[in-house]
């Protein structure tokens, strides 16, 4: 959807951009953990053909899962990202990440994501819809063997501008992370994550904004063959450049 532009505020230089874009992508493999962004950190509307936008910021995970629970906490997960408008209502985004495991167990790991978002409605709708599927790959360390992950997902977006410059949007997310390389395979080793995440998008600048965002989740599945049922929540926010 189209947002008002400030008439106040000036675009930051593109080189104050690009470096904040490179320290967050420097700092994701020196402060993952393990936790993942089941968090989108975007509205509904997809970028026009040609256009380039990036994400840089940082959050946070809880999660307490297996019986009996075990709570783990990761204050700090870095977060970083680029998107390019395909075609009329699509657009298709990389982001380095980490695999949705929360499990204390596992130890640093870095990944990275590629999705393809589709917008259902006009772009000028007040109210926008959107479907996002992806897949996720990251190199595990598991009690010091390494594995690898694989994380499909999908995420349902809606979005609506509250105010000139602001605009509100809630999400339901899926991910589906297995690891075929650890003992018993992807059998023993799986993972599920589905819960609704809250956020709005503040446009700063003509170039820059702002998106907190906040989401619970509901994780299923298994580590080693044991069960790790239990509950997880997310906060976060970016700042976005769309040039």
Same mark, same amino acid.
């Given at each position: 959807?189209?947002?008002?532009?400030?008439?106040?505020?000036?675009?930051?230089?593109?080189?104050?951009?690009?470096?904040?874009?490179? *320290?967050?992508?420097?700092?994701?493999?020196?402060?993952?953990?393990?936790?993942? !962004?089941?968090?989108?950190?975007?509205?509904?509307?997809?970028?026009?053909?040609?256009?380039?936008?990036? +994400?840089?910021?940082? @959050?946070?995970?809880?999660?307490?899962?297996?019986?009996?629970?075990?709570? &783990?906490?990761?204050? #700090?997960?870095?977060?970083? =990202?680029?998107?390019? /408008?395909?075609?009329?209502? !699509?657009? +298709?985004?990389?982001? *380095?990440?980490? $695999?949705?495991?929360? #499990?204390? &167990? $596992?130890?640093?790991?870095?990944? %990275?994501?590629?999705?393809?978002?589709?917008?259902?409605?006009?772009?000028?709708?007040? !109210?926008?819809?959107?479907?996002?599927? /992806?897949?996720?790959?990251?190199?595990?360390?598991?009690?010091?063997?390494?594995?690898?992950? !694989? %994380?499909?997902?999908?995420?349902?977006?809606?979005?609506?501008? +509250?105010?000139? @410059?602001?605009?509100?949007?809630?999400?339901?997310?899926?991910?589906?992370?297995?690891?075929?390389?650890?003992?018993?395979?992807?059998?023993?080793?799986?993972?599920?994550?589905? =819960?609704?995440?809250? /956020? +709005?998008?503040?446009? *700063?600048?003509?170039?820059?904004?702002?998106?907190?965002?906040?989401?619970? #989740?509901?994780?299923?599945?298994?580590?080693?063959?044991?069960?790790?049922? @239990?509950?997880?929540?997310?906060?976060?926010?970016?700042? @976005?450049?769309? #040039?």
């Amino acid at each position: 959807m189209d947002e008002c532009r400030s008439s106040v505020s000036q675009p930051l230089p593109y080189s104050t951009v690009i470096l904040a874009v490179a *320290l967050a992508a420097i700092l994701v493999p020196a402060q993952a953990r393990a936790g993942s !962004w089941l968090l989108g950190f975007s509205p509904a509307d997809t970028l026009p053909p040609g256009g380039f936008s990036a +994400i840089a910021g940082t @959050g946070g995970q809880i999660s307490s899962v297996g019986d009996p629970k075990l709570t &783990s906490f990761t204050p #700090f997960l870095a977060h970083a =990202g680029v998107r390019a /408008g395909l075609a009329d209502g !699509w657009d +298709i985004g990389y982001r *380095l990440a980490t $695999v949705a495991l929360p #499990f204390s &167990s $596992v130890g640093p790991s870095l990944g %990275s994501e590629i999705d393809i978002k589709h917008r259902f409605t006009p772009k000028d709708a007040p !109210w926008q819809v959107a479907f996002v599927a /992806g897949v996720g790959y990251a190199f595990l360390d598991m009690q010091n063997n390494p594995r690898s992950a !694989w %994380s499909p997902g999908a995420d349902l977006v809606m979005s609506h501008a +509250i105010a000139p @410059g602001y605009t509100a949007f809630a999400d339901l997310r899926y991910v589906y992370t297995f690891i075929p390389t650890a003992g018993g395979g992807s059998t023993a080793n799986h993972f599920e994550a589905f =819960g609704p995440g809250l /956020g +709005i998008k503040v446009r *700063l600048t003509d170039v820059v904004s702002l998106t907190p965002e906040v989401g619970a #989740f509901d994780f299923q599945g298994k580590l080693a063959g044991e069960k790790a049922n @239990g509950f997880g929540a997310q906060y976060g926010a970016v700042l @976005g450049f769309r #040039f």
